[in-house]
Every structure is written in structure tokens, then in C-alpha cells.
């Protein structure tokens, strides 16, 4: 079936350089996105999210980018610290508020 | 507010026996769900409840696991009898309704369960 996924399982950053953690979806018809920061030991925490009417869309140090041409996602952290360093989701809201999950990104800071 | 809490947080078991996990859902959720997560993936729903009501359990394997929501507050899950591939975390979330944004979905820390 349809599904999200990411490219990359794994990626090692130095503190205070910016990350991009990207994510696939074949979904064409998933109107609504998620990012979520999973840390060990607790559940996922919701980072942003992203409609798709919509092609960018900036946080608090987190920007999300949706290229719905190649069906594409991404999340790039500016300044990443070590508190960032956690395993990163890209999830997709099926109707009835139902989420699909990626399988995952972990993001490794360096001091 | 307090979060969503779960218990156990861990649990071994042997093959073949039974186990049950709770969740509490944040206060005035109405919408509760439960997931579960192998290790090195993201949480795959197994089933939704609105109040004490059934939303979807379309990806619970109904012949050995059951979920409750009797009050329409607590759930519990039960896994009879566990597999070696039910070793997971499941994890509970809540929300207000199904009608909120899905940004307001709140999970607890999980339950780690290890079948040997």
C-alpha cells in the first residue's frame, strides 16, 4: 500500500550547523503533513506541521518544505544543539485524524 | 496539564502468555488511540476510539490482541497470547476530538514490551 518513508536513517551534524532531514510520501492525495521528534525512552512530540496548499512553513528554529510535484518533505533545523538529537518522523494524516508514519531519521549532534 | 500516562513502562514476558497495558489520556480527550512501534520504526496505529466507541481498528489482529474504553476515560490493551513479533513499544495518544487538527495528538511514553 501507499506509505511514507525517509531517505536517509542516519545523519551526523556539528552543533550549530543547520540539518535537513527529508522525507518521501507516494500518497498524492495525503492533504496534510507532520513532523514529530521522538526521544529515547518517550513517545513521539509533534515539531510542525504542514498543509498542502501550502510550500513552506517556518517555526521557532524549524522550517518545513513541501514539494508536492516529487511528493517531498523536508525539515531543516538552523543551529542544530545538542538537544536536538533524537529520532525524526514525517507523518501523513489519513481522514478520521489517523497518522501514517515514516520510518524514521535519527539525528546525531556533535560537540 | 498532565500528560498522557501509560503503565507498565516495561515488560518481559515469555511467548504464549498474556499481557494487558493502560493508558489514562489526557483529561477531557475525547479521541484515544493506540500504536504500536518496533524498534527502528515509526508507530503504526492499531485502533482508534471516540469516547467509548470504536473509530477504526482496521490494523488490530483481532485474534490475539483487544482494546477496551469502557468509561470512555482509561483504555487498556490486551495481547492473548503474545507472539516473539509482538515485542514493541505501544504507545497511547490522545486528542480532543477527531475533528482537531492532528497537531493536537498527544502521546505518553510508551510501554516497551520484550516476548521471549
Known amino acids: 500500500g501507499e506509505s511514507v518513508g525517509l531517505h536517509l536513517p542516519t545523519l551526523s551534524v556539528q552543533e550549530g550547523d543547520n540539518s535537513i532531514i527529508n522525507c518521501a510520501y507516494s500518497n498524492s492525495a495525503s492533504d496534510y503533513f507532520i513532523w514529530y521528534k521522538q526521544e529515547s525512552g518517550k513517545g513521539p512530540q509533534f515539531i510542525i506541521d504542514?498543509?498542502?496548499?501550502?510550500d513552506k512553513r517556518q517555526g521557532q528554529r524549524v522550517t518545513v518544505l513541501l514539494n508536492k510535484t516529487v511528493k517531498h518533505l523536508s525539515l531543516q533545523i538552523a543551529a542544530t544543539q545538542p538537544g536536538d538529537s533524537a529520532v525524526y518522523f514525517c507523518?501523513?494524516?489519513?481522514?478520521?485524524?489517523?497518522?501514517?508514519f515514516g520510518g524514521g531519521t535519527r539525528l546525531m549532534v556533535k560537540p | 496539564e498532565a500528560g498522557v500516562a501509560q503503565s507498565p513502562r516495561y515488560k518481559i514476558i515469555e511467548k504464549r502468555q498474556s499481557v494487558a497495558f493502560w493508558c489514562n489520556p489526557i483529561s477531557g480527550h475525547a479521541t484515544l488511540y493506540w500504536y504500536q512501534q518496533i524498534l527502528g520504526q515509526g508507530p503504526k496505529l492499531l485502533i482508534q476510539f471516540q469516547n467509548n466507541g470504536v473509530v477504526d481498528d482496521s490494523q488490530l489482529p483481532k485474534d490475539r490482541f483487544s482494546a477496551e474504553r469502557l468509561k470512555g476515560v482509561d483504555s487498556t490493551l490486551k495481547i492473548q497470547p503474545a507472539k516473539l513479533e509482538d515485542s514493541a513499544v505501544y504507545l497511547c495518544a490522545s486528542s480532543v476530538s477527531p475533528r482537531s487538527r492532528v497537531s493536537e495528538q498527544y502521546f505518553g511514553p510508551g510501554t516497551r514490551l520484550t516476548v521471549t
Open positions: 504542514i498543509r498542502s496548499n501550502m
Open positions: 507523518a501523513e494524516n489519513n481522514a478520521g485524524n489517523m497518522l501514517t
